[in-house]
């Protein structure tokens, strides 16, 4: 393998890789946390909130659950500038909106990482002790209060294995925005493996990278898993 | 509006094209995919320490690597090696479609090999053992105790598994396969209205990934007749 396709600077791609590793880390954090955000508020709204609107938010996450990534992407790059217009023209501003290629993917994948959230949350909820918000409230918590301190510390706990699974499942969705032209790492793959004709070398490369994110979130979610679970005794201890 | 019904019903044949190629992809890869699948699943339960460590490994790769990346790497990449191009294996790998279903089946061996092992794995020891003492044979225990028991508690893992597949078929068409997903984009193209082609194929995936689901659904209720 010729080594020097991967050195920095005008000769090389490396830092044309580098670059593009950058966007799809920045692209993944972002989505993560967005779409986590919303979908614990979708998680939560289809628990507690009246029947029709708790229905629409199930529909919501079971359509983005069967439904291509690659489509939500695609219709979300194309849709998002048309319904920002739209919106505007409801407050009488007229004007074109067009939405960066980065920030519709951000966007795209936020909103399937959210679908599949609120699932998570939903049953980490379910799974807290009903025995425990009875004592709580006995004890002449409020229901907030309750939920604030007693719920959601134990809900977080047992969503964490969830969550986790899905920063795996973020990390790998990130590659189908090359396919609106994202500069992300596997679409600065290709563009070197265009102009120098060693695709495979690049295309190892990037799947090798993949793999040392998938291998480091592995030991980092065994490392947080046993700090949050140290209160727990285990078989062994 | 955002829905054009003239649009639909025109281009509804082209989606319908699409939506047969995707229905074969899934077909292709669900059944390469398990044939690659049993045997990792096999390594995975075996005695052997090496056995174990290719299946780990084999799992680790591909479930740990994206499906577009491993994709790009077989249909740009495999032409740059030697044994490819200038063995009879360049006839297979010049083909898309060939590309797209083996990384579509190695992908999804990765998932599948998991949930059988771990099905197996989650039949009782002491059913096995008590048909090995009555005098079953290994094959006969495989067939009438492992095999119905793994398979009621693999099921349901299967059927999410089986979705994945469905909406992963979607990057054939980064790969000039006209499946559905590059339909839509065609109809995008020569009509300049890109919600009903979208909007419309993500029906039809629905539709597949729905009837699919609940057909696996039915099978897992059928299975368990008589476990409560």
């Given amino acids: ?237 | 509006m955002l829905m054009d019904f003239e649009t639909a019903l025109g281009y509804l044949p082209v989606l319908l094209d699409g939506l047969i190629q995707t229905v074969w992809l899934t077909a292709l890869t669900l059944v390469i995919g398990a044939a690659i699948a049993l045997p990792v699943a096999w390594c995975r339960n075996a005695d052997s320490t090496a056995a174990r460590a290719f299946a780990i490994t084999f799992v680790f790769v591909f479930r740990g690597a994206p499906l577009l990346v491993l994709l790009f790497l077989i249909y740009y990449g495999a032409p740059d090696l030697p044994i490819i191009r200038q063995t009879v294996l360049w006839e297979a790998f010049r083909e898309p479609v060939f590309c797209a279903i083996l990384a579509l089946s190695l992908n999804s061996a990765g998932y599948l090999s998991e949930v059988i092992a771990g099905a197996v794995r989650a039949v009782p020891r002491g059913e096995v053992e008590a048909a090995r003492v009555a005098g079953l044979s290994r094959f006969s225990v495989a067939r009438h105790v492992i095999l119905p028991n793994a398979a009621r508690i693999g099921l349901r893992a299967y059927g999410n598994e089986v979705t994945f597949v469905i909406k992963g078929t979607s990057v054939a068409s980064l790969v000039t396969i006209t499946d559905l997903m590059a339909s839509a984009n065609r109809v995008y193209y020569s009509t300049f209205d890109p919600f009903t082609p979208l909007i419309g194929a993500g029906c039809l995936y629905f539709l597949f990934v729905l009837l699919l689901g609940r057909t696996i659904n039915a099978l897992e209720r059928r299975l368990s007749v008589g476990n409560a």
């Fill in chain 1, 1 to 237: 393998m010729d080594w020097s396709l991967f050195s920095l600077g005008a000769a090389g791609w490396g830092d044309e890789l580098l670059y593009g590793l950058g966007i799809t880390l920045a692209l993944a954090v972002l989505s993560f946390l967005i779409g986590t955000v919303a979908g614990t508020l979708f998680g939560l709204v289809e628990l507690h909130a009246p029947r029709p609107l708790a229905a629409l938010f199930a529909g919501y996450a079971l359509v983005m659950r069967s439904v291509p990534e690659l489509l939500v992407i695609f219709l979300t790059y194309y849709a998002a500038g048309f319904v920002a217009e739209r919106f505007l023209e409801l407050f009488g501003i007229s004007t074109r909106v067009s939405v960066s290629a980065f920030a519709a993917g951000v966007m795209a994948l936020a909103m399937v990482q959210a679908a599949y959230t609120s699932e998570v949350i939903k049953g980490a909820v379910r799974a807290v002790p009903g025995g425990l918000l009875e004592a709580a409230r006995a004890l002449g918590m409020r229901p907030v209060i309750a939920f604030w301190k007693v719920t959601l510390p134990l809900a977080m706990r047992y969503a964490f294995p969830g969550l986790a699974n899905l920063w795996m499942v973020v990390i790998k969705n990130t590659p189908f925005v090359s396919a609106i032209g994202v500069t992300d790492f596997i679409g600065q793959a290709g563009t070197a493996g265009q102009n120098t004709k060693h695709y495979f070398a690049f295309f190892l490369a990037v799947l090798l990278v993949y793999l040392v994110i998938s291998g480091v979130s592995m030991i980092g979610q065994l490392v947080m898993e046993r700090r949050l679970f140290r209160h727990v005794p285990t078989a062994g201890s």
